[in-house]
């Protein structure tokens, strides 16, 4: 299976998972009188949305090169990964206000079989989590990563209530709001998750240059081919799970101009054989002085 099927998958899984925990938090938020679980409800429907536009950014991604396109659509996901924060920052805020308005407002303590229902989420939402990131890495793609701190952070909200119910149910009378205090710091908590999902996305799209290994690698294995002495400047860019590579290539000045170019497209092929994730492949040829 390659790595846009396996990324596809992934996020059906995601889905999935958090349309079951949207509705199970709900009903117990609702009838056990916990903020906190309706607030992770809330961030578990926002969850859904976000997975869709990923599968929407990893679709669309795997279209190939066309005229308009020259170097594919991979651009898309770092795209769908500032809508997936923009999605995150909204529950947060959203979170935050209603969690102030509790606060103000008297209300009963939460029932304790809602403690039985977190810890189980807890859980659920830790092991999603470990499945996401470790499939984001393996398919090197940015969005699948953001749909996986989609589940830490979900976790993390879910700590949160745990905490605050049982603050509200162990202290009684004049704690009942430790819920609602709970869902305001998982709300900042949401924030602050949301610029680390953000920076590496911004990276990508910037071009920024964040691929030492990768450099290293591509170097290495281009003193492998006959006939190529060295290599000077690279410069990588991504685009969705690929890369794409710009090398200069320095070969015996003595050689004639058919050599080189031999040369160099014997260079490209061995080091998209070797290298699984690179997709285009531009090489200079430099003359060794």
Sequence with gaps: MDNEQTAIKTTYFSIIGNTCLAIIKGLAGVFGNS?????DAIESTTDIFSSLLVLFGLKYAKRPADKNHPYGHGKI????????VAFLVTSATLIAHES????????ETPKPWTLIILVSIILWKEISYRIVIKKSIETNSTSLRADAWHHRSDAITSIMAFIGISISLIFGKGFETADDWAALFASAFILYNSYLIFRPALGEIMDEHLYD????EIRVKSLI????????KCFIRKAGMKYHVDLHAIVDGKISVREGHDLAHNLKDHLLTEISNLEGILIHIEPKE
Excluded at 35 to 39: M, R, S, T, V
């Design 100 to 107: 102030i308005q509790n606060i103000q407002t008297p209300h």
């Design 35 to 39: 903020f906190a679980l309706i607030a």
């Design 213 to 216: 290994d990768l450099v290293a």
């Design 77 to 84: 996901e770092p795209l769908i990964t500032f809508i997936v």
């Design 225 to 232: 081919v006959p006939g190529i002495l060295d290599t000077e």
